[in-house]
């Protein structure tokens, strides 16, 4: 494994957001790769092993389509499984003939929207690795879907095509393989695609950075990502046509990352709002607490009650914007400890002027006066570092919060023989 190791020293005076990225030009480069291997490494088994990953877990009980022997989602399963806590859909097995028919359905990327998913339904299947692709954008700042893009511009022409894309595959098939593989590890180090009799050539700071990164996510993979069979999904249908040839721009992978937090987001706020513009604090503390380890809920959702008696209400614009900052939680993290605020419980200033200067973010005074009266449990008006950075970090896991994980029940909708969709070569226990 690699270890990185940042020595950040305080600096005079930190005014303009996003000053924090000028001091750590390579934190986004090692944010997203430790996002994929992480998940990677999630089901990473020994043999003997009885216990499925949370990922894996979730991804079977919420899958509701067959094609092959291998398990796929449809879009709101996907939808389902990052908002509820079960599943509705009914299993079903899909032809051919019908699986063409469902893909027909599939609007190019020019025309996404942030109701791709809830207009697709069930008219679309989503595979494994895609479901695990779909949940690091979900918390990927904003700043880094241009790092995002460029791990996948293998030859960095500002383009993605279909084979680039299906890097992704290849990264999760050869990370899922059992550890007495590893041995390969120490050789040496090769992007998955090479350009036949083209050498690859540094032409900036960042072809250099960017590089680097790429050959420490991709290392130990075989450069053979197109032999395996590939089986067309609504994201590919999404990114690259129905015959495959279209390319993906940088514009339309931002919109497309941007669209699915955005959906992802109005639904859990249409939820609670039951039509209104608002949602309530104590509704706000459930969505925030629901996909973390936090044992004892209703005494912060009390909490709630008794320091906010007479609600104001949460506007989406709000909502989205606190979420915004979740997914820059660990450049926050960095500016507190920049402020030295990292050993002290901090004030509702502190912690608003914290956010903007990490984020470039201005969350309203009523929205930081709620996150203080959610987590503020002695009631001082101070918001300790360590106890809300540590749940917040969990709440961001939130397509592998299983309360109950573990192996699949009995009563389960659909064969357990089924595995999750991967390439050829994929192994599950």
């Known amino acids: 494994s690699v270890r ?31 996002c994929v291997c992480r998940q990677a490494r999630t089901f990473d088994f020994e043999d003997g092993d009885v ?5 894996e877990y979730r991804f079977r009980m919420f899958s509701s389509v067959e094609y092959e022997g291998q398990l796929y989602m449809t879009p709101q399963n996907f939808i389902e499984s990052v908002t509820m ?25 020019w025309r996404g929207s942030s109701k791709l998913f809830r207009n697709l339904r069930e008219r679309g299947i989503i595979s494994y690795t895609e479901y695990l692709f779909l949940l690091c954008i979900l918390t990927k700042p904003h700043a880094g879907f241009k790092i995002a893009f460029n791990m996948f511009d293998a030859d960095g022409n500002q383009m993605v095509d279909k084979r680039e894309f299906m890097v992704l595959q290849e990264i999760f098939r050869k990370k899922n393989e059992k550890k007495g593989r590893k041995g390969d590890a120490e050789k040496s180090a090769q992007l998955v695609l090479k350009k036949d009799s083209q050498e ?23 450069e053979r990502a197109d032999e395996s069979i590939t089986i067309d999904t609504t994201l590919l249908v999404h990114f690259f ?15 497309f990352m941007d669209n699915l937090q955005t959906e992802v987001l109005e639904i859990e706020f249409l939820t609670y709002s039951k039509g209104m513009t608002t949602i309530s604090e104590e509704d706000f503390a459930k969505i925030l607490l629901r996909f973390t380890n936090v044992e004892n809920i209703s ?11 007479d609600e104001k209400g949460i506007t989406f614009d709000e909502f989205r914007s606190f979420f915004q900052f979740l997914n820059n939680l660990e450049d926050f993290a960095i500016a507190m400890q920049m402020y030295n605020f990292a050993s002290r419980s901090i004030g509702q200033d502190e912690f608003a002027r914290a956010v903007y200067v990490a984020t470039g973010l201005k969350l309203t005074r009523h929205l930081v006066n709620t996150i203080f009266k959610i987590f503020d449990v002695d009631h001082d008006d101070q918001l300790s570092y360590k106890e809300f950075i540590g749940i917040m970090k969990d709440r961001l896991r939130r397509g592998a919060r299983v309360r109950d994980s573990g192996t699949l029940g009995k009563n389960h909708s659909f064969p357990s023989s089924l595995k999750p969709a991967l390439p050829s070569g994929g192994v599950f226990p």
């Not at 600096?11 to 303009?16: A, L, S």
């Not at 009914?90 to 990327?109: G, N």
Request: glycine share 4%; proline share 9%; hydrophobic share 40%.
């Open 51 to 55: 216990y499925m990953s949370s990922h």
């Open 241 to 255: 046509g129905k015959k495959g040839k279209a390319e993906l721009t940088f514009d339309d992978f931002y919109r």
């Open 200 to 222: 690859f050539v540094a032409r900036s700071y960042w072809d250099v950075l960017r590089r680097g990164a790429s050959q420490v996510l991709f290392s130990d993979l075989a």
């Open 299 to 309: 005494a912060y959702l009390e909490n709630v009650r008794q320091s906010i008696p």
């Open 4 to 34: 990185v190791a940042l020595k950040l020293r305080p600096p005079p005076e930190i005014n303009q957001p996003g000053e924090i990225f000028l001091i750590c030009p390579l934190f986004f480069v090692l944010f997203f790769c430790v």
């Open 85 to 109: 806590s079960e599943p509705r859909s009914t299993y079903r097995s899909v032809s051919p003939r019908e699986l063409e028919k469902i893909l027909s359905d599939t609007p190019p990327v």
